[in-house]
């Protein structure tokens, strides 16, 4: 695996502790649709984007300026990469988003787990671990269970957040090969740093600049900012070095859960019989993928 996972071995990152980051990430990604839709009632999704990562920018580049003096130019080439494929995919569910039906769309943008074993068949002509088969199964019924409640509707704005999965499948697979042979942290870094200059071009180049104004616009986008950004996509890349793509995107099936969660938290959304028993499918599947990343590790 390297120097560098040798090195963060010895400070404990086992495969199941991998897990339980990269299932902490998901939950912080899960609010990040409830936070979306506040900041996005009265601010732009591309001025949100430009706002979040340039906040995010300016606590993690100072924060990792060492390591990320010590980037190689391939470590630049692999970050600008990824960040540009979750530029593109994350505006695409964004726009998705407001577009479509949430049922619709909360089920299409958590697919993109499935796409990860499928691909990874594909590349590398071999089936997954018949667990990781067998909890992608399960996840894939409880997310449909948990989100479609009249039927799915393939509009454009369901396409652009199909396409948007399948654009963080391609995403998650690049960050698992790229992890492997970089800091994750300033992989994770650099993609921010991308976000956020992606984020202003286009705020200037397609849209009419609007600041947040009160308090639960700036609130829903600090929490962005902090715990969706800052947070989580440098702890991606790090987790994701000791741990597979495909345990990475069961995990990652827990979004829609967690979403729902806040949603009723937060919004005051309920949860039918239905979508409890699928959510619990899903949060079966992850417990099960972790338990097996726990026990690959003895």
Known sequence: MGFLRKRLQRVGMSRGSANLLLALCTMFWGMSYVMNKIAGAGVPPLEVMAIRYTLAGLLCVPLFRRRLARATARTWRYGIILGLIAFVSSLGIFYGLLVTEASTAAFLTSTAFVFVPLLQTLRHRQLPEPVILLCTGMAAVGIALLSLKDGLH???????????????????????????????????????????????????????????????????????????????????????????????????????????????????????????????????????????GTNADR
């Open 154 to 292: 393939l509009s454009a704005g369901a396409l652009l957040c199909l396409a948007g999965g399948v654009l963080y499948a391609v995403f998650i697979i690049l960050t698992d090969d790229y992890a492997h042979k970089e800091d994750g942290i300033v992989l994770g870094v650099i993609q921010i740093i991308v976000m956020s200059v992606m984020g202003i071009l286009c705020t200037i180049l397609l849209a009419d600049p609007v600041m947040p104004q009160g308090f639960a616009e700036w609130g829903a986008i600090l929490c962005l900012t902090l715990f969706c950004s800052a947070f989580a996509f440098i702890a991606q890349p790090f987790a994701q070095a000791f741990t597979t793509p495909e345990n990475t995107a069961v995990i990652f099936s827990m979004e829609p859960v967690f979403g729902s969660f806040y949603a009723f938290l937060i919004l005051g959304e309920w949860l039918s019989l239905q979508g409890i028993f699928g959510a619990c499918l899903v949060l079966a599947s992850v417990l099960i993928v972790s338990l097996h």
